[in-house]
């Protein structure tokens, strides 16, 4: 392709909202456009850096057994409504009506349509276990679209879906979809991990999200740099030793209510008593559908209400209100377990030890100190319900837990029989006898991966593509085009190296030499090859976008060098 | 690819509203479902088609120059009402709004989208002429989705939009597509003619639809087997002569009116007066934008509204009413030319040369006979306004056109500067001045050509896919899969050809022989190979779905006998 005729507007600046470096850097190549908050066009170089991703998947998918099929966007609203997705969408489902009045969903995701389609055309344990995959544009009204294509509101998903008879079926599916995932990411370049991930209300048993390792990722991955164990943030536990600390060092004083007028966070506390948060004890006061709870936890630590919600098997958690809390016979701002029979106490792992702690005296300005867990608590019961906090080991090797941010590019989840029974998608077993299949679903953002790839292959100076996703693999720069031995040079490169297949953009513009190697740069192909003062003694530059330096090469020796370096 | 696998739901019997061919066999051979009315879901083998076509399209694209992009299909309405078109385009357009209330169109075609952008990004001569494409889900309301892919409110499109600085460069840009396009459905399959169409309101100059030919297609084309003319019949124009006619045979006898009472219609009047409906002109009345018109026209042929706005004109025309008539000094039924002095009057061709004609005697219950065209109705404005008639002839060579029924799989469109003016698409020339750019806009229905190669290829047996579109080139099958010599010659049959690059579908699965070559016959692939009695011999079977005729093979000559067939 010669750069001449390329629709690619390359930009200096970007816009201000810019936050994400793949966002600024996919404008600034002119790889997207933006149509609307959350919406983008793809130019030409961005589509192929996307088509290449696709190709990837596909080629994963298929080796893993898949079959690739494709959904329509407009899903009937009946189909939701069976599921009861409809109402628990909310306004994250965009919904409209036909001009015979009735309504569809702009599909989100696929369960209700491929099961439908299931129900109706598998009905023999013979035709199982089949998995069917598609990369189809999904839309979901995010309230807050944002770093480009790393949150939209129209996006480019690989969805796909296993049918299995068994729960070690779907075992088998499962595994095969996560071997595929760890493929695609390690083919696109990336930098990822796979995370246990909590499987929530939806119903499902195992699940992990694929995390692409990224400063501005939404996500907290807690991680072993040691073993493999990884979870993100609402799933991984962690353990904690509180022996030696502060909290456990000094000698065994007893309960002493201490006056802390107006002092209620954990922060204030601290600073008026000098004391570390790791030595007082926080009590939170929930209600758990309609019972009151205390939850006790050191006080540097938070509460991770997902873990909660299991602990105590409800759907929902509210906060006790002031007259809930007095009705307790405490006062909001300095509850503490010390002498409250009359309410369930729960104990996160994190206090377990603590011999010199402060509490609340459910008394308004005053807390207890010295209080000894062991000894003036009684018999508490301990869970985990937190977030892993600084400092915790693995429970798998006893090495400190390290934290990093992720963008989630892929999900793979054990759904088990929720939308078979809820679409009556049911098989015959050998006998007649009628059972719902056991599905998984598995998600690749393909156009999120697009943007992580970016996130993670970057500098100041722009993209530098993984040879596999690059839009091209050569840049070709001729520095003056008016001059006619180095046109006539760059023809004959750009013609041998095409023809040997390799992919090659030819800059033929009529530009500033700082121009062009600014734009190669930023463009970030993996090997810039210029054309200039040397072309009588048919030598040219190289630069590996990656390394940085550049080096001249005969002509004669082109093709045998990219072989070396792309094969 | 093992079938025993393959999602491949084949039917018996189809639902009884499934009108056409394709829709049929579509549906039988598993390649498609219906999610709703117009909305499709494609199937494994159904994808695999769609793909193979939108690698040709992509293909003869670049090959022409065109550059890929891909917008989205959210459009937000201003774009809509800046052109225009949100008012104009009726329930068709699906329309929807975010979370926000923010209204949105499901695209349905492009050029809003892409205007703005191009808009955006390119303001100079330099980096003109540019064509793009995308291939992409359009959404159509249709009032009256049918025929399965031909006709849905869900499909995949390839749309192109070219924009050059001068009609002259429109003129280039648009032949390079136009040439595309005959590649495209030549490599496709299809039996088509590209056609002359009108340009109607858009205020286009030039257009051609391609038209795949095919019985249930709903334009009809007008076209000469002799020379290349073609046209659609809003466009086509022939030539009639009425020389040596009945109407222009009979010696000249003066006007002479004939009592014919209640005898309002043309096929009344010929049959009252054993006349044929050539020997009648028809006097319609219409009313273009306020100005009342008789339009005289051969009692055979219809008026062609297009072309009568286009001679007139005018955007609308409507019917006169019985009063407005009698203010001319007619009578609804009894209209005729001789003696409405007060009225413009506009002649067909067709009635050129009729010198012993009927006419309305603008009296209730009264024609006039005898009528001489030339020597009666004095000075006429000839103008051809009808739709081409049976036996009229060709414009270029003279030989008689033909009529046949087309489906339109392509439309090519000189825009001009609708939509650059609207939405304010300028560009700088050499000298500084800003100008409109010039567009063409160029359309390729994907899963309609789908839908028309099956129409085209198929028997009472199924699908006789081109080699190009085949899902699978090979169906190889085992006669007895419990057979362990069949089983392992069918193996090492698939891993040869496989290896060699073909693409196979293996029937493994345990069915009994009449329903495996049914189902074979059905799905249409190429060449069958059947492995079955004669494996102890390493003889195969072969057929190839277009000759019909079973022939024997040594599998040593397999690879020579598929090199012959395919490349």
Redesign the interface.
């Known amino acids: 392709m010669r750069q001449q005729?390329?629709?690619n507007?390359t930009l200096r600046d970007v816009p201000g909202d810019a936050e994400a470096a793949s966002h600024r850097l996919m404008l600034r190549a002119g790889l997207i456009?933006q149509?609307?908050s959350g919406?983008?066009?793809?130019?030409?170089l961005?589509?192929k850096a996307?088509q290449h991703i696709q190709t990837i998947v596909r080629e994963e998918m298929d080796r893993a057994?898949a079959?690739?099929?494709?959904?329509?966007?407009?899903?009937?609203a009946e189909l939701w409504k069976a599921s009861g997705r409809w109402d628990v969408y909310g306004?994250?489902l965009?919904?409209?009506e036909?001009?015979n009045g009735?309504e569809?969903a702009?599909g989100a995701t696929h369960e209700e349509?491929i099961t439908?389609?299931i129900k109706?055309?598998?009905h023999s344990y013979k035709?199982l276990p089949?998995t069917?995959y598609q990369i189809q544009?999904k839309?979901r009204?995010e309230?807050r679209p944002r770093f480009g294509l790393l949150r939209g509101?129209?996006f480019l998903m690989k969805d796909a879906y296993s049918f299995d008879r068994s729960t070690s079926g779907l075992d088998a599916s499962y595994q095969a979809m996560f071997d595929a995932y760890v493929n695609i990411f390690t083919r696109c370049g990336l930098q990822f991990r796979a995370v246990e991930a909590d499987s929530g209300a939806i119903g499902g048993t195992d699940t992990h999200e694929f995390m692409a390792l990224a400063d501005v990722g939404e996500d907290t991955i807690v991680h072993c740099p040691s073993c493999q164990y990884a979870a993100n943030l609402e799933k991984a536990t962690g353990v904690i030793t509180n022996e030696g600390t502060s909290s456990t060092g000094l000698p065994q004083a007893q309960p002493t209510k201490i006056h802390t007028p107006g002092v209620t966070s954990i922060k204030q506390l601290s600073q008026f008593l000098t004391i570390e948060p790791q030595q007082i004890i926080k009590s939170v006061a929930i209600k758990a559908e309609g019972a009151p709870v205390i939850v006790l936890i050191r006080g540097d630590l938070e509460i991770n209400e997902i873990k909660l919600k299991q602990v105590l098997g409800v759907a929902e958690i509210t906060m006790l209100s002031e007259a809930e809390i007095q009705a307790l016979g405490s006062i909001a701002g300095f509850i503490g377990p010390v002498g409250l029979s009359s309410v369930k106490l729960l104990a996160d792992t994190s206090i377990q030890g603590l011999n010199n702690a402060v509490v609340g005296a459910n008394e308004a300005d005053y807390h207890l100190q010295h209080v000894d867990v062991q000894r003036d608590l009684g018999e508490l019961t301990y869970v985990d319900v937190r977030n892993v906090g600084q400092g915790e080991s693995c429970i798998h090797c006893g090495n400190e837990l390290a934290f990093a941010r992720g963008i989630e590019v892929g999900h793979v989840f054990k759904l088990g029989t929720k939308y078979s029974e809820s679409l009556g998608a049911t098989f015959s077993d050998e006998n007649g006898v009628s059972e719902p299949m056991i599905m998984g679903c598995y998600g690749i953002g393909v156009s999120r991966v697009l943007a992580a790839v970016i996130e993670q292959h970057q500098d100041e100076r722009g993209i530098i593509w993984p040879n596999a996703i690059a839009p091209y693999s050569i840049h070709l720069l001729t520095v003056q085009v008016k001059d006619e031995a180095q046109m006539t040079l760059s023809e004959e490169i750009y013609q041998t190296l095409t023809s040997a297949g390799y992919s090659v953009l030819w800059d033929d513009r009529e530009e500033r030499p700082g121009v062009k190697f600014n734009d190669a740069d930023l463009l970030g192909f993996p090997l810039r090859l210029t054309v200039g003062k040397k072309t009588s003694e048919r030598i040219i530059e190289c630069k590996e976008r990656r390394q940085g330096e550049v080096y001249e090469l005969n002509v004669e020796q082109l093709l045998t060098h990219c072989q070396s370096l792309f094969n």
Chains 1, 2 share one sequence.
């Open positions: 005729r390329l629709l507007p456009r149509l609307s919406i983008y066009s793809y130019l030409p961005g589509l996307l057994g079959q690739e099929m494709l959904m329509p966007a407009l899903h009937p306004p994250e965009m919904r409209l036909d001009r009735r569809f702009l349509v439908t389609l109706d055309e598998i035709k089949v069917l544009t839309y009204d309230r509101r129209e």
